[in-house]
């Protein structure tokens, strides 16, 4: 199963566990949040002043998801790792880092606003987003596998999930590969989350078996 298959599969469960389903015209793949990257469609409709061949295209409207509450993020089951995390961090806000005792760092090194462009399916041309550049710092002294991360964000007082973001125009990239001790890697990751809702948003990053899901939470300061 790839990263971005787990992303969305993650989603949808959250989703189930929340008893919420979401809908949206289009013919892209259906998911909560992204997961929740649901393409638009163009609508054929018929001129009433044409005859029956002619017909005139115009863009397909996409509803607003319907509320899609998170209730918790659970932590992923790895192979090889342990069911249960024994190395833990605080909450941390989007400005300082998720710090946990063995050394490993998780750092928010910028986020970014963006308006997704393009067409084609999972392509909401017109919805904003937030892009996230990430950095792990592998200060303890064991590698870290991070071919399994599930990113999951959400946003504003009902804790709305946001779906994530995979189109060209948002140049994402996920964490992969095994870190030696004393190195780090990076990556990035989008997620459609409303302007206006930036003030309150809360993003867990489960990266490995051993530690507990890194998490940010408050008001994304974002360029």
Known sequence: MGRRTRVIALVAGLALGAGVLTGCSGNGPASASGKPTTGASAATTSSPTSGPDDTETTPATVSPPLPN???????????????????????????????????VRLTIVKAERGVETGHGPG???GRPYVRFELTLTNGSGKPINLNEVVATTY???????????????AKTYDFSGIVPAGKSATAYYAFAVPTADLKNVTMVVDFDGLHTSATYSGAVVAS
Do not use: N
């Open 69 to 103: 509450p998170v209730k918790s993020v659970p932590k992923v089951k790895r192979s090889g790792q342990p069911d249960k995390p024994s190395i833990s961090a605080p909450v941390a806000k989007f400005s300082a880092p998720v710090s946990y005792p063995d050394g």
């Open 123 to 125: 392509v909401m041309a």
């Open 155 to 169: 946003y504003g007082p009902t804790k709305q999930l946001a779906p994530p973001v995979y189109t060209e125009s």
